[in-house]
């Protein structure tokens, strides 16, 4: 009897001291402390994250208000970042696209983490919200949502949908659409491509800059990425 009492005592002992399993962002690594961040952009200069305003491409980052899919201002203010060579990429982007008279806006770039379990909740769809349990590109300063403008006012071109747009006309490969939107997808397609970034299938507004893996998942506030 006492050897069973002994016995159900080191089970429960031993239960009490087993650890937690590890949560999604611990799995991950995700990087939250700023001087970790500046430690990996010191060893390598790619991965420091770029402001795009000071590349002279607008934005327009619907996150840093409540018009959003989450009714609710998500970014303390309006700004985008990408790491390094994806910025680079950007500008050869409109670079390329000036000659017609037109040029990029950007919607969104880097997103925290945080912010991404936050999107997660409501929507649960891996075709338009990233999983937390995978993280996201945004996460790693290695995605982007974008739209098409004219550089002369500033008017966005015709586009299959607005931004997060959660339906099948979002999707790159749906075709029922005016051949002028068809049009000017595959120009913002195109442009992107060339210069090293691939289409998400479902979003004809997001793309991923090809070698996102090298970069490090962050749940960084903006603040911390420029001090």
Not at 59 to 73: E, S, V
Not at 83 to 95: C, D, G, I, S, T
Not at 150 to 160: H, Q, S
Not at 183 to 191: S, T, W
């Amino acid at each position: 009897m006492n050897r069973t009492i002994n016995f159900v005592a080191l089970m429960l002992f031993l239960a009490s001291c087993a650890t937690a399993p590890p949560t999604n962002r611990e799995r991950l690594k995700v990087v939250t402390d700023p001087a970790v961040y500046r430690q990996q952009v010191a060893r390598d200069p790619d991965k420091q994250l770029v402001d795009l305003a000071t590349l002279g491409i607008p934005l327009q980052i619907h996150y840093a208000t409540d018009r959003n899919f989450m009714k609710r201002k998500l970014y303390p203010e309006a700004r985008a970042f990408l790491r390094a060579p994806a910025a680079r990429a950007l500008v050869e982007v409109q670079r390329e696209l000036a000659p017609l008279g037109i040029g990029i806006k950007v919607w969104d770039a880097y997103r925290p983490y945080s912010i991404t379990e936050a999107m997660w909740e409501p929507i649960k769809n891996p075709d338009f919200v990233a999983d937390p349990a995978f993280g996201s590109r945004h996460n790693r300063g290695a995605a982007v949502d974008l739209t098409l403008i004219f550089l002369n006012p500033g008017d966005t071109l015709a586009m299959p949908t607005p931004y997060d747009d959660f339906s099948k006309r979002a999707r790159h490969d749906y075709e029922q659409l005016s051949p002028k939107v068809l049009e000017h997808r595959a120009q913002l397609r195109d442009a992107m491509m060339k210069h090293g970034f691939e289409p998400l299938p479902s979003e004809w507004w997001h793309y991923d800059f090809k070698g996102w893996e090298r970069f490090e998942l962050l749940d960084l506030s903006f603040d911390d990425v420029t001090r």
